[in-house]
């Protein structure tokens, strides 16, 4: 009671900073150390890519639909707590199955649940600092500074107590994500909502070459998060190392978050994405040259930078070319390309050729993958196609 009383009084800046502050460090309990969970049930990197390729598949087929759905129907905050809830039962399961089958079946449910709940948090608080004049990156930070601390301190908890209580403590840590999200604001009912599609924003052809570098980033960064801890151990490594590479990548996420606002107004939008795509760029192959897990810990660190600056531009970017109350569904549309559609073409094949080949080959195909996304990217500026945007609703 005496949360919601706070958490009614506080300033917009103050509600969207304290979501992202609880929402991400749940997610550094378990996520950084789930494929490492697997590996100790003894599952295949083929497996684990199945695995992988679940969410992407939610990612793309449902998340756009329900976000659509909670933007033209104003029930934005209703899809977001019903989707932080039900994830929550879910992970309280997640101890249990030893074998593919059930987990497979517990990773579909998951996946179903939570598909909603990134797009539909990142367009209400993208939307918020829109609407109130603030620095979206001053709030999401947070998220990437509570994600550092957590994975880093996970890291070596589970190392010393193994992973029995891992999923029940994420579940018992949604519970601050989900009181503060009752705390966000609505916002507007999407303009034109008589269409029953979001495929109009395609209209916009800066939207379309922002989805579609999302498509290739997602490959490569997918690829990233689902083999890394496994890579890590195959160089020698152990849980504290795991939790270090994801803690320091996070970490350095919020320096350039901090500061993004500053640099997209020097560079505008576009020469931001590419200077975000030219780190990561640097950061894959960093990857693929790597000899141990130290070098691993490392290059993860300019990762960070680079995803920290790519994530703001991106959810800036679609916010500010879609029309009003259309963010949440633009953001969808984003990870159902960068999350969605690129996972799940290429996890069980990133898989396969772990299994065959190592991780050094694993990466440096992905390092390629991100310089075909700066090209398009190169050329799409060349083109102007990320001038404004005259939108028309019949």
């Known amino acids: 009671m005496a949360f919601d009383r706070l958490a009614w009084r506080a300033r917009p800046a103050t509600i969207g900073a304290a979501y992202y502050g609880f929402f991400w460090p749940m997610v550094a309990l378990y996520a950084p150390f789930f494929n490492v969970y697997l590996l100790s049930l003894g ?6 890519g199945i695995l ?4 992407p598949l939610f990612a793309l087929g449902i998340s756009p639909n329900i976000s659509s759905l909670a933007d033209r129907r104003g029930w934005r905050l209703k899809v977001l707590q019903l989707s932080l809830l039900g994830w929550a039962l879910v992970l309280l399961l997640y101890r249990f199955p030893t074998s593919f089958g059930p987990m497979l079946l ?4 998951e996946s179903a649940l939570r598909s909603p709940s990134l797009p539909i948090a990142d367009g209400l608080i993208a939307r918020m600092a829109m609407r109130h004049k603030l620095n979206f990156g001053d709030m999401r930070l947070w998220g990437s500074l509570g994600f550092a601390a957590v994975s880093i301190i996970s890291g070596i908890v589970w190392q010393q107590m193994g992973y029995g209580v891992m999923f029940v403590a994420a579940a018992v840590a949604m519970l601050p994500a989900l009181l503060a999200a009752r705390r966000l604001e609505e916002g507007e009912i999407a303009v034109g909502n008589g269409r029953r599609s979001a495929r109009f924003l395609a209209q916009d052809k800066g939207i379309v070459i922002l989805i579609v570098s999302a498509f290739f980033l997602g490959m490569a960064l997918f690829s990233t998060y689902v083999f890394i801890g496994v890579y890590i151990k ?17 970490l350095a996420e919020v320096p350039v ?6 640099i997209i107004q020097k560079l505008q939008g576009p020469r931001a994405l590419l200077l975000a795509m030219v780190i990561l760029f640097v950061s894959m192959l960093g990857n693929a040259l790597a000899w141990s897990p130290l070098v691993l810990i ?3 660190a300019v990762r960070g930078v680079g995803y920290g600056l790519l994530f703001v531009v991106m959810v800036q970017l679609l916010n500010e070319r879609a029309p009003e109350g259309w963010g949440s569904t633009a953001q969808s549309m984003f990870q159902a390309a960068f999350l969605g559609l690129a996972p799940l073409l290429t996890s069980t094949l990133n898989g396969i050729i772990y299994d065959s080949w190592g991780g050094s080959l694993l990466f440096g195909l992905m390092t390629a993958v991100i310089g075909l996304s700066i090209i398009l990217l190169l050329l799409a500026m060349r083109q102007n ?3 404004p945007h005259n939108w028309q609703f019949e």
């Open 385 to 387: 196609w990320f001038a």
């Open 106 to 109: 517990l990773v579909i449910l």
């Open 43 to 48: 599952f295949s990197g083929t497996q684990m």
């Open 298 to 300: 490392v290059v993860s």
């Open 52 to 55: 992988a390729a679940v969410f």
């Open 234 to 250: 195959d160089l020698g490594g152990n849980d504290t190392h795991i939790g270090l590479l994801f803690g320091l990548s996070a």
């Open 257 to 262: 978050m901090r500061y993004s606002g500053a």
